[in-house]
């Protein structure tokens, strides 16, 4: 049984039928990415899994449907968590003000803190700038807070909309380390990135969307050797 399975998904925004009929499928353990160019859907994707439009068509996330009497902030405490594109982190709080605010979602009460020390251990550079504010932060360690302040909410599906956007091709390197850490303590990943060669990568399976449909799926490492895909997003 598929882990996430969406199958028939349609949303519009208005006049605009930004998916049209996407069916797709990620296993339990998985990092899959979603490749395409801007405005090929990518986004609008992730933003229905998370509940935060609405949709025709099935979505179901480890064999429960989701629907739309399930609330976005239940979403979060089944374990679907977002890290959206652009980071949103709150640049007037702190870094470990961004932290907190990731575990809204936990029963009133419970300690934090060991959770903040496993974000730490993971992105040393956030505890070196703990009381620093969200916004004075570079790209690259607003990406590793956005990241941090998802696992504060116990993610067991993660998804990253665009997590290398912007940032110099070192700090990419250090961000997808840590996306696959995150994936070998368990956590199935949904990545939608435009950089496709670290996307194939560092991932199990890909799918190609391009104008609201899924044109090509399989595996990560056989997509990087499609011409079509080489010619589209690799430079080749």
Do not use: W
Not at 59 to 71: A, V
Not at 134 to 144: A, D, K, P, T, V
Not at 148 to 160: I, N, S, W
Not at 177 to 189: A, D, H, M, Q
């Amino acid at each position: 049984m598929s882990y996430l399975k969406i199958e028939d998904l349609h949303a519009s925004y208005g006049n605009i039928h930004a998916l049209k009929g996407i069916n797709l499928e990620v296993n339990k353990g998985e990092i899959v990415s979603i490749v395409g160019a801007n405005g090929a859907g990518k986004t609008t994707l992730l933003t229905c899994i998370s509940d935060l439009m609405s949709y025709k068509g099935s979505i179901t996330y480890n064999g429960q449907t989701l629907n739309s009497k399930i609330t976005p902030d239940q979403i979060v405490k089944l374990g679907i968590v977002q890290v959206p594109e652009g980071r949103q982190i709150s640049s007037e709080l702190s870094v470990l003000e961004n932290l907190k605010m990731g575990a809204y979602s936990r029963p009133k009460g419970e300690n934090a803190q060991p959770d903040i020390e496993r974000v730490f251990k993971l992105f040393p550079r956030l505890e070196e700038r703990i009381h620093q504010k969200g916004g004075s932060l570079s790209g690259g360690e607003q990406q590793m807070l956005a990241m941090g302040r998802a696992m504060m909410a116990h993610p067991k599906l993660l998804l990253l909309d665009e997590p290398s956007m912007g940032l110099a091709p070192v700090v990419v390197s250090d961000i997808f380390k840590n996306i696959r850490l995150l994936n070998e303590e368990g956590i199935t990943i949904v990545l939608i990135e435009q950089n496709a060669k670290m996307a194939l990568k560092n991932s199990n399976r890909a799918y190609v969307i391009e104008n609201g449909k899924i044109t090509l799926f399989g595996d990560a490492s056989e997509l990087a050797k499609n011409e079509e895909i080489q010619k589209a997003y690799l430079g080749g």
